[in-house]
């Protein structure tokens, strides 16, 4: 129980980021490299809850990969959009 919580805590903490991102349609202040390591770690967890077969590390692990992934390409595609043309 204590780890469901602390599960929906962590996961839920990503979620004003993604909304904020998504509003301004800027990711100026994210760092992409700190995102995609986390998002490598997040990724490694996933892995280890599948091995222990827990459900709770699966899926806050799983939702917080998918949202910091979603950062990051939000951030990628914005970057994109504001570059200027090169002929």
Known sequence: MIGS???T??????VPQVVRVW???SAQDIS???FLAF?????????????IDSLPVILANAVTLV???TIVALK????RARAPATA
């Open 5 to 7: 919580i602390a599960a």
């Open 23 to 25: 509003r301004l349609k």
């Open 32 to 34: 992409v490299v700190t």
């Open 67 to 69: 949202l910091s992934l």
């Open 39 to 51: 998002s490598v770690g997040m990724a490694i967890w996933l892995v280890y809850g599948v091995l």
């Open 76 to 79: 990628l595609n914005y970057e």
């Open 9 to 14: 805590c962590t996961t839920a903490a990503f």
